[in-house]
């Protein structure tokens, strides 16, 4: 399983991805095809487990994938797409270790993982346009978990997923 602190700083240097997994439905098929070629500029390998085409599909196929390919550590980071970029992060966040964020911006992305330490970025093909997504990306890569108070947080989401609440609401 993904821990909260896989990704370190070490000397200041950044760490970048070595390997993301990708997955789109239909709609997210071009878009998913111009990050994937960003990806390869920057020197990220890219596991593209689909969609292969704009033929209609259903999106939690691909999250699961993607997402299964994050846990196993098969990937460093996940890229979901489809129409908003909803429905793949609703999928993917059902997955224990995953922590995806929906993002139309570059600043939610940047403090999804400084502060979320995410580990899947989900976007939407009607929302972005091709250099605001490649914009959000590049800067989601960069930027880094900072941990600190925000690591009890995700302790605590850790322990939503495993362990569950209580009658009241309380984590157990």
């Keep these: 399983m993904v821990s909260i602190s896989d990704e370190v700083n070490i000397n200041n ?9 990708i997955g789109s439905d239909h709609v997210g098929y071009e878009l998913k095809n111009v990050i994937k070629a960003y990806l390869a500029e920057l020197g990220i390998e890219c596991l593209d487990l689909g969609a292969f085409s704009g033929d209609r599909t259903d999106y939690p196929l691909y999250a699961g994938q993607v997402t299964r390919s994050v846990v196993s550590r098969e990937a460093d980071r996940g890229i979901l797409i489809c129409g908003t970029g909803v429905g793949m ?10 922590r995806a964020v929906v993002c139309s911006e570059p600043y939610t992305a940047v403090l999804s993982r400084q502060h979320n330490n995410t580990n899947v970025l989900a976007l939407g093909a009607r929302v972005v346009g091709t250099d605001l ?10 930027a880094e978990y900072e941990g600190g108070r925000h ?9 939503l997923e495993s362990e569950g609440q209580d009658e009241k609401g309380q984590l157990t």
């Excluded at 992060?89 to 995953?98: D, L, P, R, S, Y």
């Excluded at 997504?133 to 960069?142: F, G, R, Y």
């Design 13 to 21: 240097k950044m760490y970048l991805p070595k390997r993301i997994a």
């Design 89 to 98: 992060a609703i999928a993917a966040n059902k997955v224990a270790g995953i």
């Design 133 to 142: 997504a490649c914009l959000i990306v590049k800067s989601w890569l960069e």
């Design 151 to 159: 690591a009890s947080r995700l302790e605590m989401i850790a322990r």
